[in-house]
């Protein structure tokens, strides 16, 4: 009993994650492949848990399904999600079906076969099965070894969704072997062709609980689950935030205060320095303070209503870099905003350069490449490229 509705219970949270899959369909990071991954194992499960009921006395069809296209379905979905698309080539990836579906039918109308054809048939077709599993695991493999796990982003704000879908195909990759590696361990050789036997409910419930594990990280990873239009937010908050102020600051002072003026002030300071750290940083993320030309210390000062020496303090002894490193980070920040809204769509590289603050677009162009790493226009053409 208590098996009985955990197969249940897997089947049915895989069935929510293919429904959520199906409504969000245009989505490279669990797109038709693995979505039809997914059913099937749902459907193996739920054949399982009906077992020996009035409506499922035998769940053989759905085993056969899943063993004879598991793997080939992994290896085309890591092979789409390796070149970022959604689409499918049907001339280039049917033939990897081909032989999965042949050997599905074969077996679906062995009652047709004398008994001993049967035996031959079946126990070549697990030995062919198993090869070809294996193979599609190796390939896959070596699939993402070349094209996701080793790939190194030259467009910094990429970084951090490079980093998320190689630890995602990690994720999958080595739990979708570990089900693979349960089943191997099983008898595999027998007449009934299967790989997982119904008799075996050690293997079976372990099963189950990789695949919970599976699911229940697509639930919790909506960037994921739901595809690019919600993992697009969190790149252009990645895209806004990567290059101010996570390491701007320092929690304790950087160097030990000798001057006696700093001393003192040090005493009114330190106990509410991360106070007036927050409110900088919200004058430089929500306001337009630092993109006014000219804006010094003493202009922060008054916008803080503090005095100068306050803030001249915090640069001094809490930043890693100076005000007019800071102010140029700001301004740098607003631009990849203004960049990645469509600024450049109707307007010029020069008067985006006045309309961050600075006076000239050589300045700009120094700015925006020593902090950035690249150019204006090329980080203007690398994001046109990734979202054509």
Same mark, same amino acid.
């Given at each position: 009993?208590? +098996?009985? &509705? /955990?197969?249940? #219970?897997? @089947?049915? *949270?895989?069935?929510? $994650? =293919? !429904?959520?899959?199906?409504?969000?369909?245009?989505?490279?990071?669990?797109?038709?492949?693995?979505?039809?991954?997914?059913?099937?194992?749902?459907?193996?499960?739920?054949?399982?848990?009906?077992?020996?009921?009035?409506?499922?006395?035998?769940?053989?069809?759905?085993?056969?399904?899943?063993?004879?296209?598991?793997?080939?379905?992994?290896?085309?979905?890591?092979?789409?999600?390796?070149?970022?698309?959604?689409?499918?080539?049907?001339?280039?990836?049917?033939?990897?079906?081909?032989?999965?579906?042949? +050997?599905? &039918? /074969?077996?679906? #109308?062995? @009652?047709? *076969?004398?008994?001993? $054809? =049967? !035996?031959?048939?079946?126990?070549?077709?697990?030995?062919?099965?198993?090869?070809?599993?294996?193979?599609?695991?190796?390939?896959?493999?070596?699939?993402?070894?070349?094209?996701?796990?080793?790939?190194?982003?030259?467009?910094?704000?990429?970084?951090?969704?490079?980093?998320?879908?190689?630890?995602?195909?990690?994720?999958?990759?080595?739990?979708?072997?570990?089900?693979?590696?349960?089943?191997?361990?099983?008898?595999?050789?027998?007449?009934?062709?299967?790989?997982?036997?119904?008799?075996?409910?050690?293997?079976?419930?372990?099963?189950?609980?990789?695949?919970?594990?599976?699911?229940?990280?697509? !639930?919790?990873?909506?960037?994921?689950?739901?595809?690019?239009?919600?993992?697009?937010?969190?790149?252009?908050?990645?895209?806004?935030?990567?290059?101010?102020?996570?390491?701007?600051?320092?929690?304790?002072?950087?160097?030990?205060?000798?001057?006696?003026?700093?001393?003192?002030?040090?005493?009114?300071?330190?106990?509410?320095?991360?106070?007036?750290?927050?409110?900088?940083?919200?004058?430089?993320?929500?306001?337009?303070?630092?993109?006014?030309?000219?804006?010094?210390?003493?202009?922060?000062?008054?916008?803080?209503?503090?005095?100068?020496?306050?803030?001249?303090?915090?640069?001094?002894?809490?930043?890693?870099?100076?005000?007019?490193?800071?102010?140029?980070?700001?301004?740098?920040?607003?631009?990849?905003?203004?960049?990645?809204?469509?600024?450049?769509?109707?307007?010029?590289?020069?008067?985006?350069?006045?309309?961050?603050?600075?006076?000239?677009?050589?300045?700009?162009?120094?700015?925006?490449?020593?902090?950035?790493?690249?150019?204006?226009?090329?980080?203007?053409?690398?994001?046109?490229?990734?979202?054509?």
């Amino acid at each position: 009993m208590h +098996l009985t &509705i /955990l197969y249940l #219970f897997t @089947s049915l *949270l895989g069935l929510i $994650v =293919v !429904l959520i899959t199906i409504v969000f369909r245009k989505n490279i990071y669990v797109n038709n492949y693995l979505s039809a991954y997914f059913l099937l194992g749902s459907l193996r499960f739920l054949m399982f848990a009906l077992t020996n009921t009035v409506i499922v006395k035998e769940p053989n069809q759905a085993d056969y399904a899943f063993t004879t296209l598991a793997w080939p379905l992994l290896f085309l979905y890591f092979k789409s999600l390796s070149k970022n698309k959604y689409s499918i080539n049907i001339k280039s990836d049917l033939k990897h079906l081909v032989l999965p579906v042949f +050997l599905f &039918i /074969l077996v679906c #109308f062995k @009652s047709f *076969l004398r008994d001993d $054809v =049967v !035996l031959v048939l079946s126990n070549a077709g697990v030995i062919v099965v198993t090869i070809y599993t294996l193979g599609y695991c190796f390939w896959s493999y070596k699939l993402l070894k070349n094209k996701l796990w080793k790939k190194k982003s030259t467009f910094k704000p990429s970084e951090k969704k490079d980093i998320a879908v190689r630890k995602w195909s990690k994720f999958l990759f080595f739990l979708f072997t570990l089900i693979l590696l349960r089943f191997l361990v099983n008898p595999i050789f027998n007449q009934e062709f299967k790989f997982l036997s119904n008799n075996n409910s050690n293997f079976l419930a372990f099963g189950a609980l990789l695949w919970i594990v599976v699911y229940v990280k697509l !639930l919790t990873s909506p960037e994921f689950l739901f595809g690019y239009e919600v993992f697009q937010d969190k790149i252009n908050k990645y895209k806004i935030d990567f290059i101010v102020f996570d390491n701007q600051w320092n929690k304790t002072i950087l160097h030990e205060i000798t001057n006696k003026k700093d001393l003192v002030l040090s005493e009114y300071i330190n106990d509410s320095f991360i106070e007036y750290i927050e409110q900088i940083e919200h004058i430089a993320n929500h306001k337009k303070l630092f993109l006014q030309q000219g804006v010094n210390v003493e202009d922060v000062a008054k916008e803080l209503k503090i005095s100068k020496t306050h803030v001249v303090f915090l640069f001094k002894y809490y930043s890693k870099i100076n005000f007019n490193e800071y102010k140029s980070n700001v301004r740098v920040k607003k631009a990849i905003k203004l960049i990645q809204d469509g600024y450049l769509v109707s307007n010029t590289m020069e008067s985006l350069a006045v309309a961050v603050g600075f006076s000239t677009y050589s300045a700009f162009y120094k700015n925006f490449k020593g902090i950035s790493g690249i150019s204006p226009m090329e980080y203007y053409q690398n994001l046109t490229a990734e979202l054509a």
